[in-house]
């Protein structure tokens, strides 16, 4: 492994690193490649100011959890595991939107949603920001890691700690009420499809 | 399985339709990091090495030795290398020292690497050139706090370079969050150092109004508009702020108050600040430049220098990674505090990580041009 230079490690032989060593070199480069792709998962989120601060919080975990890391998982999937557990935390810790944290640990509801502007759905002028903040919290979060972060589907959900068939229910649906949300007069048009398998009512 | 396979298992008009959805989604522009960030966070990491053992530990029973040897074996090499460094520096010593070379003098080097228009140019030392305006400010700032005022013409043309770059809107360049740095640093610079006229009174009228559209509700200001502040962005506001209002521009005096109440309120009982006010997190960085301004550009209102002083007491002397921004603001913080033993330790750390070869965390955006105007801020006058 030490034949190759560090800058070209891949991530799980940095962490090893990291895990073994408490190597600040390969924390360094763990940082510096994962650090947006965080921040855009936070602010997507709808984290709006402090989502900088959720990285360095999530950053901290790994640092902290670095011992729990084993070779045969996937690096991505163990960073987005503490990060989703920073979320939820947040959420916790302010007190805000109660019910909306305890949806990330379970299926989505509707009442969870946030409520989308019915006049801009109807002109369908909403934009992909508002389109995504309009899906339940538990759609919302596959789409964030397997269409943003392109993870496969069992590392989405091992993250999320549901089955595989539901993460492509979930999938499913996100995009359905995504095109509704971005293309009313598309979806419209087309034939209902109905509920995929492993839907809620 | 992954999306694409999923969706090839859709109708074909069904899944053509996902696929632009998802194209686009993947397309929409995502934020990008604030420049400090990652230095932020490995300086919290550098922290807690020294503050904690790790969490939740499991023994290692294959091929890792216990992380305890490790950590003896690692920091025992680290002393060995930093030896032999050490040795070889003696016996293969130059005569004098390279003018030009940045560890030797880098307020020296910064001189030299001046370019005929008063500016620095960030792409020739590995900087990234949407940072010119702040570089240039920053390294004109460390010309300055040379002891021997060897560099007083370059600090003229520099001021010159930043006046020529300031738009008609007051800003300096770069767009967003490049945007909010450049303006915080290089107004801070054009109020502190550039020489009395109708050119610079202007320049300066510009900057604080920029400035002050800028300001949120609550006082304070941040790389994304909308947001109440941040630590960063709005420490180095008010220290241009409290800068301008010195030289006479009465505009700032409103906004400078509205920013020390911001940062007064960021301040915490415990003697630490966040990056946001009431996040989690602690930064030891921003401590140290909230207490470094509050102590200075709100020396004249009543309980913030020692709200500055009690900051500053809560500071670490000794730090394990590189940073230079921290070494900087925590410099100017003991300084400022009259603790002159705590600032030398500060930078006794930073020479022997910088002979130990050790790496900013944020070198590789701001270049030789970062590293050595904070080097130089923070050597002592």
Known sequence: MDSVPIDQMNDADLMLRVRGHDDEAAFGLLVSRHQKPLLNFFARSGVQYDSEDLVQQTFLRLYRYRQRYVATAKFTTFLFLLARQVWIDELRRRQRRERLAESLAAEPHEEFAAPADPSAGAQGDLDLARALAALPEGLRQVVELAVYQDLPYAEVAGILGIPVGTVKSRMFNALAKLRALLEPEATAAAPHQGPAKGDRP | ?381
């Not at chain 2, 010309?143 to 008609?168: I, K, T």
């Open chain 2, 1 to 381: 399985m992954n999306l694409n396979a999923h969706l090839s298992e859709l109708p074909a008009a069904e899944a053509a339709a996902f696929r632009t959805l998802v194209a686009r989604l993947q397309a929409a522009p995502q934020r990008e990091p604030a420049p400090q960030l990652a230095s932020r966070i490995l300086a919290a990491v550098a922290s807690e090495r020294t503050q904690r053992p790790t969490l939740n530990a499991q023994p290692i029973t294959t091929n890792h030795k216990p992380v305890t040897s490790n950590y003896r074996l690692w920091r025992w090499a680290a002393a060995l290398a930093a030896g032999l460094l050490a040795a070889l520096t003696l016996f293969d010593r130059p005569a004098a020292p390279q003018p030009a070379d940045p560890a030797a003098d880098p307020a020296a080097w910064l001189a030299a690497s001046q370019e005929a228009d008063g500016a620095w140019q960030p792409a020739r030392h590995g900087g990234d050139p949407a940072y010119r305006p702040a570089l240039t400010a920053l390294a004109a700032l460390a010309l300055a706090r040379d002891p021997a005022d060897r560099f007083r013409e370059g600090v003229r043309r520099a001021a010159a370079a930043l006046v020529a770059m300031q738009a008609a809107d007051g800003a300096f360049g770069g767009e967003g969050r490049v945007r909010a740095y450049n303006q915080a640093i290089a107004a801070y610079a054009l109020a502190t150092l550039a020489p009395h006229g109708p050119a610079t009174a202007a320049a300066l009228e510009r900057a604080v109004a920029f400035s002050r559209a800028g300001q949120s509700a609550e006082g304070g200001w941040d790389y994304e508009a909308g947001s109440e502040g941040n630590t960063a962005v709005t420490a180095w506001q008010v220290r241009a702020l409290a800068a301008a209002a010195e030289r006479g521009v009465g505009q700032a005096n409103i906004p400078l108050r509205k920013g020390l109440r911001w940062l007064r309120g960021a301040a915490r009982s415990e003697g630490g600040v966040a990056y946001h006010r009431g996040s989690a997190g602690r930064s030891e960085s921003l401590s140290a430049l909230a207490a470094y301004t509050l102590m200075t550009s709100g020396r004249s209102f009543e309980g913030l220098p020692a709200l500055g002083r009690n900051l500053t007491a809560a500071l670490s002397a000794a730090d394990g990674a590189a940073d230079c921004y921290r070494d900087y603001a925590k410099v100017m913080a003991f300084e400022s505090a009259g603790d002159t033993a705590r600032a030398e330790a500060v930078r006794t750390g930073m020479r022997h990580r910088r002979q130990a070869g050790a790496q900013d965390p944020w070198e590789p955006i701001g270049g030789t041009l970062y590293t050595c105007a904070f080097t130089a801020l923070a050597a002592r006058q």
